[in-house]
C-alpha cells in the first residue's frame, strides 16, 4: 500500500498504539479486538495514520475528538476521507461521545459494514 517507508509516521504510530485514548482503547478491548477478521491499530496509510484499518473488508475506523469538529480539523478529514475513498476504502467516523455514550450502537454500526 505505501510506496516508500516514512520511519517518521511508523514511528508514530508505535507510539500511538501504545498510548491509545481511552475510547479506542474501549473499542479495541471490547469489541473490535474479539472480532473474526483482523484488525489494526493505528496503520500508517500512504500519508496517513488511521485509528483502525479492517483490511478484508477495506474500512477504516476513526474515533474523534472535539478538535475534529472544528473547521481546520473538518478540512483535514475532508481531505484524508477523500485519499482513502479513492482507494476504495470505506471510512467510519464515531466521536468519543459516541463511544462512551452509545458503545453498543457503534459497535453494531461497525459490525453492519463488516458484512460478516
Known amino acids: 500500500m505505501n510506496s516508500y517507508r516514512n520511519v517518521k509516521l511508523t514511528n508514530n504510530?508505535?507510539?500511538?498504539?501504545k498510548n491509545m485514548?481511552?475510547?479506542?482503547r474501549h473499542l479495541w478491548y471490547d469489541f473490535l479486538?474479539?472480532?473474526?477478521?483482523?484488525?489494526?491499530r493505528q496503520k500508517v496509510m500512504g500519508q496517513y495514520i488511521v485509528d483502525f484499518y479492517i483490511a478484508d473488508a477495506k474500512i477504516v475506523i476513526e474515533l474523534d475528538?472535539?478538535?475534529?469538529?472544528e473547521s481546520e480539523g473538518l478540512e483535514k478529514?475532508?481531505?484524508?476521507d477523500s485519499y482513502l475513498k479513492d482507494m476504495g476504502i470505506t471510512v467510519l467516523r464515531y466521536s468519543n461521545s459516541?463511544?462512551?455514550?452509545?458503545?453498543?450502537?457503534v459497535?453494531?454500526?461497525?459490525?453492519?459494514?463488516l458484512n460478516l
Not at 33 to 40: N, S
Not at 98 to 105: G, L
Not at 107 to 113: G, L, P, R, T, V
Open 33 to 40: 479486538k474479539t472480532l473474526p477478521v483482523t484488525v489494526h
Open 21 to 24: 485514548t481511552k475510547e479506542e
Open 77 to 80: 478529514d475532508f481531505v484524508r
Open 13 to 17: 504510530a508505535k507510539f500511538l498504539r
Open 98 to 105: 459516541d463511544v462512551n455514550q452509545r458503545f453498543q450502537d
Open 65 to 69: 475528538g472535539s478538535q475534529h469538529y
Open 107 to 113: 459497535c453494531q454500526d461497525i459490525w453492519s459494514c
